[in-house]
């Protein structure tokens, strides 16, 4: 583990640390959020979206000062694999670099590398209980767009592990919009119903999580209509019974604005969630 930056803020330690991931054969990213003074202390995973590095969530959300009133450790991971051996495209802004979706690619090229799911389950979380002060039986999960995804299903897969979840402006039915049949079918191949297992309409109406769902959505959101479609997983959640809390926000965008309005609300969630 190599640590790359350490600033001082609300009390606390705002780092940056570059660790081997070997599920995807390269060096990662990992920002951490650590309040002064915890010990045993619960903690969030945040997962970015589409575009973005290990940076968007720490110096745009606004996270800290609630973080370290509640005494909460966050970690934001980057979003995908790096280095010159990585594959990666280079008219896409939604697919390779910036762009892993938190699933384990089966195709070639992508499959050496982009093994975000295995990272953020197996990697990620081990490397958190053996350097942060951190009681890994509080681990919650959350995302936004591209994360907000990942967030889902890697809690409806795995709610012993990630055992409260949120997510702003998820992509909840990637199966069924743009963005996410285009990642499936170059990470996954053609065949659908693989798709399944990173879906979390589809999870959502085969297994269920004892958890409450938060989801904020906002309503002037230019993604909303076309690749997000919250109201896709909102139907499947009432038709299988998964508690679930989505508010839809008049005016509110896709960006940080928007989220950095309701973060608080979310780590309050999760706080209740873990406490």
């Known amino acids: 583990m190599t640590l790359i930056t350490e600033n001082k803020i609300f009390g606390g330690v705002q780092s ?20 002064d003074g915890v010990k045993d202390a619960p903690v969030l995973i945040w997962l970015s979206g589409l575009t973005c590095t290990e940076q968007n969530f720490i110096t745009k ?7 370290a009133q509640l005494g909460m450790v966050i970690v934001a991971p980057d979003t995908s694999p790096r280095g010159d051996h990585v594959p990666d495209t280079e008219d896409r802004y ?17 499959a050496k590398n982009f093994n975000m799911e295995t990272y953020i389950r197996d990697e990620l979380t081990a490397w958190i209980g053996e350097n942060l002060p951190v009681d890994m039986a509080r681990m919650g999960i959350l995302g936004h767009s591209m994360g907000g995804h990942g967030a889902l299903t890697l809690h409806l897969k795995n709610p012993e592990r990630f055992k409260t979840c949120s997510a702003f ?14 990642a499936f079918e170059g990470y996954l191949g053609k065949n659908e119903a693989t798709w399944a297992n990173y879906d979390a309409t589809a999870l959502v109406t085969a297994t269920l999580s004892p958890a409450n769902i938060l989801i ?46 309701f973060i608080e609300d979310h780590l309050r969630h999760h706080a209740a969630g873990l406490a």
């Open 16 to 35: 940056v640390h570059e660790h081997r991931s070997e599920a995807c054969d390269c060096d990662m990213r990992v920002a951490v959020f650590t309040p």
């Open 61 to 67: 959300a606004g996270a800290q000062r609630m973080a």
């Open 94 to 110: 939604d697919f390779g670099k910036g762009a892993g979706f938190y699933l384990d690619a089966t195709q070639d090229p992508w």
């Open 169 to 182: 402006s998820p992509i909840v039915a990637p199966s069924q919009v743009p963005w996410g049949q285009k």
């Open 216 to 261: 904020d959505q906002g309503l002037d959101d230019d993604f909303l209509a076309e690749h997000l479609r919250t109201d896709i997983f909102e139907r499947a959640c009432a038709e299988s019974g998964q508690p679930a809390t989505i508010r839809m926000q008049p005016g509110y965008d896709h960006s940080y604005y928007f989220i950095a309005t």
